[in-house]
């Protein structure tokens, strides 16, 4: 078998179908290409899974701050870099909270952002898709409408049920590329979603962590670390 052969039902496909499914075959292809991209970026930067930043903060939490680097090891997901920055800052006995908040909402902001990139795109094929298929069968309605008019009187109705069910065809095409899609953008998004509160989370415990310490070393920070706390929770 030839790879004409191969790709014969597919054009076909596109043939019968007309220029809204040819539109449609090209927005899966652009679907799947960015939803191979996004799962290959979320894999590699351990999106939604923050299991070494977890075990770096419950070690910091018991004074073993080397098995706490050790844990975090190449940091590449958001939640492990906010960790770090966290860690730093307690290393260095940093006591300025607010700089420190900062720093970790810059580098959380910029790789949000990244993880972001794409979704939109996604979320629009999911959205237009089932809408050009709708386009597509009004007018294939339209054109067997037309072609029943044009018959008069010898009325065949085959050529009324063919234009029907190549008209809805368009439909199915949306459909099946608005499905898997919009499946995708709600795994995607919930992963982001994850590692959003993992960030705060995580890094509010060490910084809470550090308050503590400082608060037990100094009894006259008592006030101060009070508010720490108290700032901390709320995030």
Known sequence: MSFADILRPVTDFLELGGPVVALLAVLSVVALAVVILKLAQFWLERVGRPGRAEAAVRLWGHGRHREAWQALGDIRSASEEAVAIALQAGEAGTVDKALVEEEIARAAT???????????????????????GLFGTVLGMIEAFQKLQEAGNA????????????????????????????????????RIE??????????????????????????????????FERVANAH
């Open 110 to 132: 910029r790789r949000l952002h990244g993880f972001n990139r794409g979704m939109k795109a996604l979320d629009a094929i999911a959205q237009i898709a089932p809408l050009l």
């Open 155 to 190: 009325v065949d109705p085959s050529l009324l049920a063919g234009g029907i069910w190549v008209a809805l065809l368009t439909t199915a095409a949306g459909l099946a590329v608005a499905m898997p899609v919009s499946l995708v953008v709600t795994f995607l998004e919930s």
């Open 194 to 227: 994850d590692e959003k509160v993992a960030i705060e989370t995580l890094a509010s415990a060490v910084l809470l962590q550090q308050a503590r310490g400082a608060r037990a070393a100094d009894p006259l920070a008592d006030t101060e670390a009070g508010g």
